[in-house]
C-alpha cells in the first residue's frame, strides 16, 4: 500500500519496500524528478528557516523517511510511517534494479570508492560523475558540475554530497532543463557499502540507536548534530500534537486563502520575502494555505502546491512605457491608483470566483492593500485580515514632496512628483476601504499599526517582528571579506533608488579610494559597471553569501514605511552594519554590531570606524534571528486563536440577525475594544494591544 502522511511539514512516502519500488517506476516514466531522504537532522535544519533548504524538500518528487526515530514520533502522533534508511534504499536499487537496461550514475564518491563499488555490484550499469572533494554550492565549480551530470547518460543517479549540499544539487539539476532521470539524495550510502563507514549492529537499528552508533564513531563531528540540534525534533514533535489536538477540538482544519498581487515563493523581494513569513507562520500553525496571485512574466519555475495563478504577469514597469502608460490611463479613468490598477484583470477575478465555490475558506487574507481591489468578491460572513507592508498612501506622499517638491525641480521631476501625489491620495483611500472590510490589520512596525488604528477605528490593530529569511550558513564564523563596503537592494524601484542616489553622491565620494564598495542588485547600472570606486554587481543568486562577504554593509534608506527585510536579513547574518534611521524603522532591539548614521559625515565616520573594529564571528546575529522568529511564530499563532475564536463566537449572533434583517453584526461594523479606563483612543488601543502581545 503507497500513501502520503505529513509530518512536521514533511509529504513523506508511506510504503514498504515494494511500495516504493512501484513509486520509483512511475516516476522514471516522467518528467525529471529527485528523491530526499530526511532524517531528524534534516527535519531540524527544513524548520530553522533556510529558504533554500525548504524549497528543495518542497520540490522533491518524493520524500522517503530515513529515520526510525522519526517513524516512532509520528506513531506517537497517530501516524503510520514506514522508514526506509536511504542506505537500505541504495542497497536495495543496487542489487535489484527496478528495470534491465536500468543505467545507473553516482556522484560523490572518490574514483577509488567507486572503483570498490563497481567490484561489488559488477553486473550493474554504473557510471561515475566525478567532482570536488570540498564542492562549494553556488560556485562556478559547482554549475560546472551541475552541467557534467545533467549532460551524462543515466537513469537513476545516486547524489552522495553532504547535506544540504545533495539536496540544493538536486533541485539545480532540475534547473538545467534535463528532461528524464531521477536523482536520488542518500547521503553516506556508498560509504557504508563499500566500508568507508560502519552501520550500527542490527540490534541497535531495532532499537531506535543507530545515531548512538554514529555519534560514538565520530563524537566530533556528529556531537552537534546529535546533542545540540537534535533535540529540537521532540519539541516539533510536541507542537505538532498540540496541533493535531486543537485540530481534532475544532473538527476540522482551518482553510485560509491569501489574496496577494505576485506569487511570493520566489522571495526575490523583500516584499515576497515578508509574505512568504505569513504564509509559512500560518502553516505552522496547522492551517491549510492557499495563495491566489499572478505569476511574474518570465519566471519558469512551477510554483509550489497551494500556489495558484491564473496567468504570468508583468509586474514591473520599468523598460515597458507602452503598457504603463496605458496602466495609467487605465487607473486615470477608472479612478484608481496606479499600483492597484496593475493587477486588476478579469482571469484572477474568475478564479477568486471559482476559489470561493469550490473550497470556501475560513479566513481570507488580503496580502498588500493594492490586492484589495478583490474584496468585494469575498462573501460578507467570511473574516477578513489586511497584512499592510507599509501604509502605502504616506509612502507615496511624501516621495512625491520629495522628488516634486524641491525649488530647483525639473518640469519633469514636479512632473512625477504630482504623479507620485496623486498615488498617494488615491491609495488613502484604498487603505480605509480595506482596513474598515478586515476584521484585523497585521503591520510589520509600530508606527504603521498606530497609523491604521487612526485610519480605521475600533479595528484590531496588530505589529509583528517579521524575521526576514534565514541564509545557509547563517550559524557558521563569518568567512574572510571580499568586499570592504555592500549595499543590497532592488535599486530598480524609485525609493530605494533615492537612498542609492545619495550614498553615490554624497557618502561614497568621501570614503577612501582604495576601498571595495560594491552594490549589489538590480539597478539602472549594467553588471560589472564602475563608477569611481563603486562596482554594481548587478542580481546577485545568494543574497547571503553576498552580505557575509563585506566586511561592512551600509543601508542608507532615505524615505520608506513599513520594515525592510534587507535590514532584518543583513542584521540576522551578524555582518557589521550602518543603517540611517529610516532603514531600521520597526526594530527596536538590533544586535550589537550596529551603528546608526543619518548623514553623510557620520555615516563616513561610522563606515571606517567598523573597517577599523576586529571582524565579529556573526554569532550574535544568528541568535538575535532565531528569537526573532521564535517571537513572530508566537504572536502569528496567538492572533489567530484570538480571530477564530471570535469569529466562532459572533458567527451565530450574526448568523440570526443576518436572516432577520437585522443591523449591527461584528461584519458589518466595526467591533471598538476599550481600554480599562474607558479610552478608546484609536493610537492608544494599538499600543495597548501591541504590548499584551509582547507581554
Known sequence: MISTVEFLGMRFLDANPSGVRAALCDALKGPFGYVVTPNVDHVVSYHRGDAGLRAAYDGAAFQICDSRVLAKLASLNGLHLTPFPGSDLTRELLEQPLHSGLRMAVIGPDEAAFRDLRARFPSVDLVHIPCAAQLGVGTGEWWQTVGRAAAADWD??????????????????????????????????????????????????????????????????????????GPAIFGLAARAWRAERGRDRTSERRRVLVLSTVLPHGRSTGGEIASMNFIEGLRATGCEVDILAYRREGDDREPPPGFLSPRDWPIESAGRPVR???????????????????????????????????????????????????????????????????????????????????????PKQRLKGAVYKREGERLSAVER????????????????????????????????????????????????PSVDVGLLGSWTWDVNRAGLDWFLKSVAPRLPKDLRITVAGRSDHAPGTVRSNVRFAGFVPDAGAFLRSCRVVAIPSTVGSGIQI????????????????????????????????????????????????????????????????HAFRTDLAHALDALFEEALLERPSHVASEAAGEKGSILEGPHVERSEDGTSTPTEQARLRMGAMRR
Open 156 to 229: 537513476l543517479l545516486f547524489v552522495c554530497l553532504s547535506f544540504p549540499k545533495q539536496e540544493l544539487f538536486a533541485r539545480d539539476l532540475g534547473r538545467t532543463g534535463r528532461e528524464r532521470g531521477l536523482a536520488l539524495c542518500v547521503g553516506a550510502s556508498i560509504d557504508f557499502l563499500t566500508d568507508r563507514q560502519t552501520r550500527a549492529p542490527k540490534a541497535m537499528q531495532r532499537a531506535n540507536l543507530e545515531w548512538l552508533h554514529r555519534l560514538a564513531s565520530d563524537p566530533r563531528r556528529m556531537a552537534r548534530r546529535y546533542l545540540q540540534r
Open 324 to 410: 504603463a502608460a496605458a496602466w495609467m490611463g487605465r487607473a486615470y479613468l477608472a479612478r484608481r491608483p496606479y499600483s492597484v490598477q496593475k493587477y486588476v484583470g478579469a482571469r484572477i477575478k474568475r478564479l477568486l470566483r471559482l476559489r470561493l465555490r469550490t473550497a470556501p475558506p475560513d479566513l481570507v487574507v488580503v496580502d498588500h492593500a493594492q490586492a484589495s481591489w478583490l474584496l468585494p468578491l469575498v462573501p460578507a460572513h467570511l473574516p477578513v485580515v489586511l497584512i499592510a507592508h507599509n501604509v502605502e498612501h504616506q509612502l507615496y506622499g511624501s516621495h512625491g514632496d520629495a522628488v516634486g517638491g524641491a525649488g530647483k525641480a525639473s
Open 433 to 480: 476601504a480595506a482596513a474598515l472590510r478586515a476584521q484585523e490589520i497585521w503591520t510589520l512596525t509600530d508606527d504603521d499599526a498606530a497609523a491604521f488604528a487612526q485610519m480605521a477605528p475600533g479595528r484590531v490593530v496588530r505589529s509583528f517582528g517579521v524575521p526576514g529569511q534565514a541564509f545557509r550558513g547563517a550559524c557558521e564564523p563569518l568567512p574572510e
Open 566 to 629: 534587507k535590514t532584518i536579513e543583513t542584521l540576522g547574518l551578524g555582518v557589521p552594519t550602518v543603517a540611517t534611521t529610516v532603514a531600521l524603522r520597526g526594530i527596536d532591539d538590533p544586535p550589537l554590531d550596529l551603528r546608526v548614521a543619518n548623514g553623510a559625515t557620520d555615516m563616513v565616520s561610522a563606515i571606517l570606524e567598523a573597517l577599523d573594529a576586529p571582524r565579529p564571528d556573526g554569532r550574535d546575529g544568528a541568535v538575535w534571528r532565531q528569537a526573532r522568529e
